[in-house]
């Protein structure tokens, strides 16, 4: 062999010494080359999840602060319930109480589309409300009984009486504007009947315009019969005249003791 040949012999391709750097440096790049993809992708992936998160958040406080708004309504609306009941509970005690003390001193008490007394014929007093009808003063009251006539009316037994007297009044009170309730009142061995008014200044005030029979008004002349009267339950029922003028009586007498009252609004 000659030394050309050996020479050619131990010398190694070009090629085969640029293989391990190339491919080193080709794995490199690739690494680099990966990072920088994954990197990208993760950034993008860290944007997407970040906005997801953001708007999550945005999300739970707008419906935390929906849901904080509708419990501070309903708490608003529990107080206001609670306070509107307390008014009603304090308004019920009342009612309670005013009842009770209309069963103690007046007895039964009674509203709307109810029959009172019967007449002398055996029918119901026909008592005609008005709705618009409202409660007078004590003045207004006393000026509308002076002026109103039904107390000239003659008393005549089994034809016109006390029920009678006290229905023309009530339906007189109620044509002219005032509030008035037709009153029974048991004795115990008989009854009569008058009127009542709520004054808004002196409360309650019970009106008896029974007028007299034939013989007593030829006697006391031209007199009025309008009277007021305290009643209450075991008290006795003593009118005295509502104004007092010359040839009338101060007192009506003595009907009896009161053992019922029923009111009729």
């Not at 999300?59 to 309903?74: E, G, P």
């Not at 009153?183 to 008014?197: A, L, M, R, S």
């Amino acid at each position: 062999m000659t030394n050309n040949q050996r020479e050619n012999n131990n010398r190694e391709p070009f090629y085969n010494k640029l293989s391990l750097p190339t491919v080193i440096l080709s794995m490199v790049v690739l690494v680099l080359l990966f990072v920088d993809v994954f990197a990208i992708y993760a950034l993008k992936s860290n944007s997407d999840a970040l906005s997801i998160t953001s708007t999550y958040f945005t999300w739970a406080n707008n419906r935390f602060i929906s849901t904080l708004s509708r419990v501070k309504t309903a708490n608003d609306q529990l107080s206001s319930m609670q306070t509107q009941l307390k008014s009603t509970q304090e308004q019920l005690a009342s009612a309670q109480a005013e009842i009770t003390l209309y069963q103690n001193t007046y007895g039964e008490v009674y509203s709307g589309n109810v029959h009172p007394a019967l007449d002398v014929n055996g029918q119901f007093i026909t008592l005609v409300s008005n709705p618009a009808a409202t409660n007078p003063t004590f003045a207004q009251l006393e000026s509308f009984i002076i002026s109103d006539t039904t107390d000239q009316n003659t008393y005549a037994p089994g034809v016109y009486v006390c029920a009678d007297f006290a229905r023309d009044v009530f339906n007189n009170a109620e044509k002219a504007g005032i509030r008035a309730g037709f009153v029974d009142i048991e004795f115990p061995n008989d009854w009569h009947g008058c009127d009542v008014f709520q004054t808004t200044d002196k409360g309650l005030v019970f009106i008896d315009c029974t007028g007299g029979d034939a013989a007593t008004k030829s006697q006391e002349g031209a007199i009025s019969f309008d009277k007021i009267v305290n009643i209450k339950l075991g008290n006795d029922y003593i009118p005295v005249s509502l104004v007092s003028q010359f040839g009338s009586a101060s007192a009506w007498g003595d009907y009896g003791k009161i053992i019922d009252v029923q009111i009729y609004w």
